[in-house]
């Protein structure tokens, strides 16, 4: 009775793991394959936060930034390109102050379905490759901020340049962040140096004299000797003086430097005032020779 009852259910068992079996197949292929986790991010090229466009600018950049100063002021372009030859330092500062504010103005100039347009964008090849030239060109310019400002280290601040090195082997994460903090520390005497070297020499005063007296105020809200705390006193007071000379220069230099400024603007005015009005009494003659130029070019042969 036994054999035989197993004789019967024995087909059903069978049957039924079979069934299962295929079930579990099917449902392995239909489930989406695994994707493996993305490599992980190397410290190759610092991440910082950009602090506008004050870096080393490419030349296709530049081609693009003059190109569209070109189209709004042809006389600015043309100041900017003599710019170019006789102080290509000065040159950099004026092309990274329109890169910012061309940057900040196509963000100002975005409207606020800004978004919806970019997921619509989102999947197109060719949004994918401007998309990658894009972060490249990030990654370029950070690493020439980078070795910009690790060079003017080397040379003017040794000290801090060897600190830097000794962090970026040590603890890449925390060399990043300082590497930010000295890049905003210093970006404005760098800029200086190539600019206005007077500027750049009361810039490094008037940090030093900062640091100083951070170092002195510390001091002096810790100390609690009154004979000591009114010596401190005396050399925060002393230690102020001094800032204060150096900050009184800067602003001196920058007056000159904006009467300067203002004076080439004039002379920009009545250049174009003068332009004008030669356009205005020669219009005739100014049209007979356009008129002649347009026909003799379409009578011209074409020899090619």
Do not use: C
């Amino acid at each position: 009775m036994k054999a035989t009852l197993r004789m019967t259910l024995l087909p059903m068992i069978i049957l039924v793991l079979t069934a299962v079996i295929g079930y579990a197949q099917e449902s392995e292929s239909a489930a989406p394959p695994v994707e493996p986790p993305p490599p992980p991010q190397t410290e190759s090229a610092p991440v910082l936060p950009p602090e506008g466009p004050r870096f080393t600018l490419d030349e296709s950049y530049i081609a693009e930034i003059l190109e569209k100063v070109k189209q709004n002021d042809p006389n600015e372009a043309q100041r900017l390109e003599n710019l170019r030859k006789e102080n290509p330092g000065l040159f950099q500062v004026e092309m990274r102050k329109l890169a910012f504010q061309q940057h900040k103005g196509s963000r100002e100039g975005m409207g606020p379905d800004r978004a919806g347009r970019r997921e619509a964008r989102i999947g197109a090849p060719e949004d994918e490759s401007m998309g990658l030239r894009g972060k490249e060109r990030i990654r370029d310019r950070l690493q020439n901020m980078e070795a910009e400002l690790t060079s003017w280290l080397q040379k003017n601040e040794p000290g801090e340049a060897n600190e830097l090195a000794a962090l970026k082997e040590k603890d890449p994460r925390a060399y990043m962040r300082r590497l930010s903090v000295d890049m905003k520390k210093y970006r404005e005497i760098i800029d200086a140096e190539q600019t206005n070297p007077a500027m750049a020499e009361l810039l490094k005063k008037d940090l030093v004299l900062k640091q100083k007296r951070n170092k002195l105020l510390e001091k002096y809200k810790g100390a609690t000797d009154e004979k000591q705390k009114t010596e401190l006193m005396a050399q925060l007071k002393e230690v102020t003086s001094e800032r204060f000379d150096v900050v009184l220069q800067k602003k001196q230099l920058k007056y000159e430097d904006l009467k300067k400024k203002l004076e080439e603007l004039k002379q920009n005015v009545t250049k174009s005032q003068t332009e004008l009005e030669n356009y205005k009494k020669n219009k005739e003659d100014l049209i007979k020779k356009h008129l002649d130029e347009l026909i003799n070019q379409a009578g011209q042969f074409d020899w090619d």
